[in-house]
C-alpha cells in the first residue's frame, strides 16, 4: 500500500504500481502520470485495510506522515515515524550503539543563551524535524555562531510555506558533532522477519567544508564493492534496537576513516525523494517500489559484475530558496540540458511550488564533470519577472 503526495510522482512508480495493483491513496491535487490506471482509495478506506493488512506499506514523500499519525495513533507504524523523524529522540535512542555521541536540543528562542563555550566546535546545527538539507549547517568556531543562527532562522521561514510542521519543524533544532568522513544514502527495507535489505547505495558529493546542499549523489561498481558491508553491518545494529520488521527507510551515513558507520538521518517509510531512488535503475537494474512490495532481495554480487565502470549520478537543480518563486518567470532547460554530456533521464520539477527546478540523472566516466556541475551557478538559468515600479 502506498501514500501519494506532493511534491512528486514519477512515470516509473505510477506505471510499477499499476503493475503490482497497489492500492494507493492520493493527497490533494498531487499530479499522478496515468492516475486512472491505479487502484486508487479513498481515505478512511485505505487506513482501514491498512490496519487490518500485514501488506508492506510506503510513502513517496514526507508530506503525509501526519495523516498516519491520526489515522493510526497506537500503531507500530506512528511509533517509528515519531522515533525517527525526531532527530532529537533519534540521537538520545542511538546512544545505545553510540554513548560518547555529542548532541543538544535546543529551542529556537534559547539559541542566544547557550553559554558558547560548552560547545564542541565544529559541529552541525538542523531543524529537530527536517527534510532535505533545510536549515542545515556546519559550523566551525565561536565567531560562525551567530550569523550562521540568523541564516538557520531564515532558511525555516523561507521553507515554512513549502513544506507542513510535521515536515520541517520551526521551533526546536539539534545540534550534535561533526562526523568526519564520507556520506553515503542508503534505501534499504526491513522484511517482516527483521531481515536488513539494500536497495541503493549512493555517495554524496560537497563543493567545500560548508557545502550541505543536496545537488549531486553517484554510485558506481567500487562505491557498491567499497561500501555494502558496512552499511549491512550497521542495519543489523539498527533493526535490533527497536525490532524493526516490515518498515521502508532512507537513512544517510557517515564513515569515518577508521571505517565506523555514525548515522546522520534516518527518514520512515519512504525512500530517495523527489524520485531520485530511481538512479538505481539506471545504474545497476533495480526498481525499489518492484523490490520492496515484492519483498525481493538484490543480488548485489551478480549486480556489481554485469556494471560497467562508469558513474551514475543525479543532480537536482535546488536554487536558493532566497529566491521568491513568485518572481520566477522562466526557466533555461534547453540551455541546463547542455551542461552534461550524456543524460539519462531529464524530470522537470514545479519551480513555483518548491525551489528545484529540474532533477537529472546522468552518466559519465570521470569525475570532471561532477566536480564543474557541483559548482554551477543555477540562478544562471533563472529569468525574473521585471520589478514593477510604484
Known amino acids: 500500500m502506498i501514500i501519494l ?4 510522482v514519477s512515470t516509473l512508480l505510477s506505471s510499477t504500481l499499476q503493475q503490482l495493483g497497489t492500492p494507493v ?3 490533494g491535487d498531487v499530479q499522478i502520470p496515468e492516475e486512472e490506471k491505479l487502484d486508487l482509495l479513498e481515505e478512511t478506506l485505505f487506513f482501514e485495510q491498512l490496519e487490518k493488512s500485514s501488506a508492506p506499506l510506503l510513502f513517496n514523500s514526507e508530506n503525509g506522515l501526519a495523516m498516519l499519525m491520526n489515522y493510526l495513533p497506537e500503531s507500530k507504524f506512528a511509533e517509528w515515524t515519531s522515533l525517527f523523524k525526531n532527530k532529537a529522540e533519534f540521537r538520545r535512542r542511538m546512544t545505545k550503539i553510540y554513548p560518547s555521541f555529542y548532541f543538544r536540543e535546543v529551542s529556537i528562542q534559547d539559541l542566544y543563551e547557550i553559554p558558547l563555550e560548552s560547545i564542541p566546535f565544529p559541529i552541525i546545527i538542523k531543524p529537530v524535524i527536517g527534510y532535505s538539507s533545510v536549515g542545515v549547517y556546519r559550523i566551525d568556531c565561536i565567531e560562525d555562531w551567530h550569523h550562521t543562527v ?6 525555516i ?7 507542513p510542521n510535521d515536515v520541517i519543524d520551526s521551533q526546536t533544532v539539534i545540534l550534535e558533532e561533526l562526523i568526519q568522513g564520507n556520506e553515503y544514502a542508503i534505501d534499504a527495507y526491513f522484511t517482516k522477519e527483521g531481515k536488513p535489505v539494500i536497495l541503493n547505495l549512493f555517495k554524496r558529493m560537497f563543493a567545500n567544508d560548508k557545502d550541505m546542499s543536496d545537488r549531486i549523489y553517484y554510485t558506481s561498481k567500487s562505491v557498491l564493492s567499497e561500501t555494502l558491508a558496512p552499511i549491512s553491518d550497521f542495519l543489523e545494529k539498527l533493526g535490533d534496537i527497536d525490532a524493526l520488521a516490515s518498515f521502508p527507510l532512507h537513512f544517510e551515513v557517515r564513515i569515518t576513516k577508521e571505517g565506523q558507520v555514525v548515522p546522520i538521518e534516518v527518514n520512515p517509510f519512504r525512500f ?3 524520485g531520485t531512488t530511481e538512479l538505481g535503475v539506471h545504474a545497476y ?4 517500489y518492484d523490490y520492496y512490495f515484492n519483498q525481493l532481495k538484490p543480488n548485489w554480487e551478480e549486480k556489481i559484475e554485469a556494471m560497467d565502470n562508469a558513474i551514475y549520478s543525479f543532480l537536482c537543480a535546488e536554487f536558493d530558496p532566497s529566491i521568491s518563486l513568485e518572481l ?7 540551455s541546463f540540458k547542455q551542461q552534461f554530456n550524456e543524460i539519462l533521464d531529464y524530470r522537470y520539477m514545479n519551480y513555483k511550488e518548491y525551489p528545484i527546478f529540474s532533477v537529472v540523472f546522468f552518466k559519465h566516466h570521470t569525475f570532471d564533470e561532477n566536480k564543474r556541475l557541483l559548482t554551477l551557478e543555477l540562478s544562471n538559468f533563472i529569468s525574473l519577472y521585471e520589478p514593477q515600479l510604484v
Open 5 to 8: 503526495d506532493k511534491p512528486y
Open 25 to 27: 491513496l492520493k493527497i
Open 150 to 155: 540568523e541564516k538557520l532562522k531564515v532558511d
Open 157 to 163: 521561514n523561507d521553507s515554512a510555506s513549502a513544506y
Open 272 to 274: 530517495a525523494g523527489i
Open 285 to 288: 537494474g533495480v526498481d525499489v
Open 328 to 334: 520566477i518567470r522562466a526557466v533555461d532547460h534547453e
